[in-house]
């Protein structure tokens, strides 16, 4: 056969796993080649991440306009362009990945558009429609992802649409129904909602958004009710029909049988990873968790000592941020660095109506881990930033032990909450105490003051609240 070229580290997949995974071994002085089937930024900058916090951003400054009134102004004739708003989004993207590209060649990453497919341990095939040259590495790192999941009944295609196509439609439908109450359904719901969109939520669980605190999801609840919202909690999904109209859906709610019809069914039921198809792993027998999930060691080794799984492919939250910290990991540890996962404060963040994140424990889980927990609620009214940007209606929960003070979680639901989880996330890295935030001079007026209200009422002496 053809002779190997051969390269130190190749990664396979550019997604915010593998992207970030090539610069940092590239700055580690390794020769690194990267490899993408798709777009350089993966799912994340190109169908996930970015583009819905694109729209959701469109989302809110059209809402926020035709309820100018709130802030003195009257703003007529407010409409919508929805071709220009893709134009809006696709700008956007397009901007973060070609910074990608731009951040890739300078490091010296070498790029290969293609796919990968393993030949053995220590060899791949990198193809494309051109060529398909043959690579040996001394490590690898497979960053490969995850894709919509797609549900017998439902299959995509049609008036039937995943994440994906849900983030690119050229029109506001008049009606959506969503099957799936997570994050990703409740932001692209809520958003479409807030473009007129008539949107009916089919959830089987008893709340949205379940990765999340009760109290968080009813805020969000409430908001989306607001919007008109349809939410079905206990709902089973069985069937669809399309039309090239509509589709109906028919689903069961305590024992009776219902149906519903809209333009369109967005089916956000969760995510898959990559791990099966044309990669080959079967060749190389990585060990896997029967969900398909890639086994890893607390440096992101596979069992296969000189290869790396990052990212959606291997246990834990399937989020960006995840997935660039183990990306990380992994390029320090082929370099012969220490470096570990520490998974204590991974924040996650859903970019609903209003902005949830959470990072650390909450309450219960503090006390299930044996902590003497005590969690204080500050609510955003009690704010100027918050009341001058129209955002009283949210709170902050801080989550402390009582015997040593030390922060351990925190819980925000409120405008810019993914912004502010960052303090708590550092104060839990740093083995900050509520006292240490009491103690911290915030400037006024900002959101940020928030946190040391909660602080302070966690100490027992608030100002702001009784
Ligand atoms: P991916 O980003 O999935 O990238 C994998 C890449 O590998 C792809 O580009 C693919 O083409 C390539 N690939 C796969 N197989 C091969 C092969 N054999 N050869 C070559 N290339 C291959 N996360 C957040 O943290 N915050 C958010 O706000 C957020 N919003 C989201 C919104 C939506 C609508 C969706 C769908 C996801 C969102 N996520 C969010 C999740 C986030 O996108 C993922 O967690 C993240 O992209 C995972 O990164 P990754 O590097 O593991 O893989």
Known sequence: GDASLDIDTLVIGAGPGGYVAAIRAAQLGQKVMIVDKGKWGGVCLNVGCIPSKALINSAHHYEHMKHADQFGLSVENVSVDFT?????????????????????????????????????ENEARLFNEQEAPR?????CIIATGSRPIELKPFPFGGRILSSTEALSLNEVPKSMIVI????????????YS???????????????????????????VKHLKQNKVEIVNGA?????????????VTYEVNGETKSVTADYLLVTVGRRPNTDGELGLDLINVKMTDRGLIEVDDQCRTSIPHIYAIGDIVPGAALAHKASYEAKVAAEAISGLPSKVDYKCIPAVAFS??????VGYTE????????????????????????????????????????TGLVLGAQIAGVEASNMIAE????????????????TIHAHPTLGEITMDTAELAMGHPIHTL
């Open 84 to 120: 220009k708003v893709q134009d809006y989004k696709n700008s956007v993207v397009n901007k973060m990945t070609s910074g990608v590209e731009m951040l890739l060649k300078a490091n010296k990453v070498q790029m290969f558009q293609g796919e990968a497919m393993f030949i053995n």
């Open 135 to 139: 690579y040996r590495f001394k490590n």
């Open 180 to 191: 799936g109450g997570g994050y990703i359904g409740i932001e692209l719901g809520q958003m």
């Open 194 to 220: 807030k473009f007129g969109t008539e949107i009916t939520i089919l959830e089987g669980a008893d709340t949205i958004m379940p990765g999340f605190d009760k109290d968080m999801s009813s805020l969000v």
């Open 236 to 248: 089973l999904a069985k069937s669809a029909e399309q039309t090239d109209k509509d589709v109906t």
């Open 353 to 358: 109506d209003p902005e949830c994140a959470a």
């Open 364 to 403: 219960k889980e503090a006390k299930e881990k044996g902590y003497n927990a005590k969690s204080s609620k500050f609510p955003f009214g009690g704010n100027g930033r918050a009341v001058t940007l129209g955002g009283a209606d949210g709170f902050m929960k801080l989550v402390h032990d009582a015997d």
């Open 424 to 439: 708590l996330g550092l104060a839990i890295e740093m083995g900050a105490t509520i006292e240490d935030i009491a103690l």
